[in-house]
């Protein structure tokens, strides 16, 4: 397989893995009857909390790599903004939109990695890439358009959200395409994580997890689909999106949120969410977009990959 087409199955894979993440949080806050079971907070702690201890034994032995201010300051964030703050912004937008429309908002990432790496970093997009962008934004507008009718339930606060965390992504996006470039991916995800780890062991306590453990029904039933969403939508996805940021670029590596929404409207339609015509012709136009944002790198881009 040629490192284009490797890069090409991860980012598909990817698309799948966090595609299927938004309807695991729906399954692990609630049960078939659609009563609570983990509220919001416990769900996201519990998912930081068993990511954190999985990737903890990887990072045991790189510790090292903290000593280094510059290193340092940049895994605190992409801990913070690229996962921890994130985790409980989507589990409270879930609280009042569809895991369909939350997997469509997410495709928001792009856009601000693009304004973040324009304005900040005075990155260059090629002509094919800016045009793209514009076809892949044009498919995420009509997506949430036609998606908004059939499945929005809460208020904009559970909106906006989303687009504070897709800028999160996208702040920690940035950061370790451009300040952590020479760290291997499976450092940056352990260390980021091992850093999480105390704040993981408090949010079990301070929600409340242990007793709905203890007392709840339907409590060990909702914990199997978060610790699916831990191990898989967490830890595993971000050592193989980390990898993908180091051998692409930060554009093309966001651009699977534009491929989630995909994932997320198919699956959240399986377990009888709402999806129309119109937005499977929206997401057609996505995928035109990204294929321009994939073959649109310049070569000045490419090299620095």
Not at 65 to 78: D, E, G, N, R, Y
Not at 86 to 96: D, I, K, S, V, W
Not at 212 to 228: D, E, H, W
Request: hydrophobic share 55%.
């Amino acid at each position: 397989m040629s490192k284009n087409a490797f890069n090409w199955f991860l980012l598909l894979l990817l698309s799948c893995i966090w595609g299927s993440s938004f309807i695991l949080m729906k399954k692990g806050m609630y049960d078939q009857a659609g009563k609570v079971v983990f509220t919001d907070t416990q769900v996201a702690a519990l998912r930081m909390f068993i990511a954190s201890l999985a990737l903890a034994p990887f990072a045991l032995s790189k510790l090292k790599t903290l000593l280094k201010a510059k290193v340092f300051f940049a895994i605190v964030v992409v801990g913070l903004l690229g996962n921890f703050v994130p985790a409980f912004l989507f589990t409270y937008a879930e609280t009042g939109l569809s895991s369909g429309f939350t997997g469509m908002l997410n495709s928001f990432t792009p856009v601000f990695t693009v304004l973040i790496g324009v304005l900040v970093l005075k990155v260059k997009l090629s002509a094919k890439q800016q045009l793209g962008m514009l076809i892949g934004t044009v498919g995420i507008v009509l997506l949430m358009f036609f998606g908004k009718s059939l499945s929005f339930d809460g208020d904009w606060g559970h909106i906006f959200s989303v687009v504070l965390a897709t800028f999160c992504y996208a702040v920690s996006l940035n950061t370790i395409k451009h300040g952590l470039i020479d760290v291997p991916a499976l450092d940056i995800s352990s260390l980021a994580f091992f850093l999480l780890l105390p704040f993981g062991i408090m949010g079990i306590f301070s929600t409340g997890v242990t007793e709905t453990l203890r007392y709840q029904p339907g409590a060990t039933n909702s914990l199997f689909y978060i610790a699916v969403l831990a191990l898989f939508g967490t830890a595993i996805s971000v050592v193989i999106f980390n990898r993908l940021i180091a051998a692409t670029s930060a554009l093309f590596a966001s651009s699977v949120t534009y491929f989630i929404p995909v994932v997320a409207v198919f699956i959240g339609y399986f377990f009888g969410e709402k999806m129309s015509y119109m937005q499977i012709g929206s997401m057609l136009i996505i995928l035109v977009g990204v294929f321009f944002i994939n073959n649109g790198a310049s070569k000045t881009e490419e090299e620095s990959s």
